[in-house]
């Protein structure tokens, strides 16, 4: 059976990336007769990234847009997201074509058939697969991955890539998710980890962006990111405990 799909796509300064993202995922996957929604929530972009949008959905059915009347953050933008999607199956995709198409109907086609499994983790590293990744940021990313992994037990190396696929009623579960920023990249996959979620791991590609510049700022990244997994390490310890007890 042909699940929903729904797509949720982050935006901020986008105007020189969006139209061409948009346009070609949706062309993709409306050739490969995927029911499916893309949802666009944009962080109050002081660019031209919301007329842009707006005038694709003009043209182009099963497109949405919201707008954060204030600058919350990209993980504020990735829960509205998640609140106004309505498939059985979310993915988190980047508005600069960064991620695959291709890679998102490999997990799509496999949790359709493995209805056993809860969601899809992508992994940049798997077959280092990565076209101009930045150096400095490959570095902090191997070292910080590697001590998150450590940490939770779990062999996976790619929490920090927010290309993933989840079933919708997971993310309600594992809700509220209290990450503002790029931290919900890790927020997401730990949950999901410690409370016993079936996973799988696929190998995905990934390429630098075009247009634009990114918005992750690495020393804020750090900061936050170690919050967040403070956070979920609490959050591990009182779910097991919780689980114990009702065994």
């Known amino acids: 059976m042909n699940k929903k799909l729904s797509i949720i796509i982050p935006t901020f300064q986008e105007e020189k990336s969006i139209k061409e993202t948009l346009i ?12 499916f929604e893309i949802i666009v ?10 007329i842009v949008v707006n005038k694709i959905i003009e043209s182009y059915g099963n497109i949405r847009f919201y707008l954060n009347k204030s600058k919350k953050g990209f993980g504020n933008s990735i829960v509205k997201g998640i609140e106004c999607s309505s498939g059985r199956y979310v993915s988190i995709m980047m508005a600069d074509r960064s991620d695959s198409e291709k890679d998102l109907m490999t997990y799509y086609n496999f949790l359709n058939s493995n209805p056993n499994y ?37 062999n996976y190396s790619d929490f920090t890539n927010s290309f993933k696929m989840y079933k919708r009623d997971l993310l309600i579960e594992i809700s509220p998710i209290i990450s503002n920023h790029f931290s919900i990249t890790l927020e997401l996959p730990l949950k999901t980890i410690s409370r016993g979620f079936k996973y799988k791991v696929i190998s995905n590609s990934w390429e630098n962006r075009e247009h634009g510049v990114s918005k992750l700022r690495i020393i804020n990244s750090i900061i936050t990111y170690s919050l967040i997994i403070i956070y979920c390490l609490i959050d591990k310890y009182f779910w097991n405990k919780r689980y114990v007890s009702k065994r």
């Open 118 to 154: 809860d969601c899809v983790f992508g992994d940049r590293w798997k077959e280092n697969n990565t076209k101009n990744y930045p150096i400095v940021k490959r570095f902090i990313n191997r070292i910080g991955n590697r001590i998150i992994s450590k940490l939770f037990r779990v």
């Open 41 to 50: 929530v944009d962080d109050n972009s002081n660019d031209k990234t919301q």
């Open 24 to 35: 070609y995922l949706h062309n993709f996957l409306d050739n490969q007769k995927v029911n």
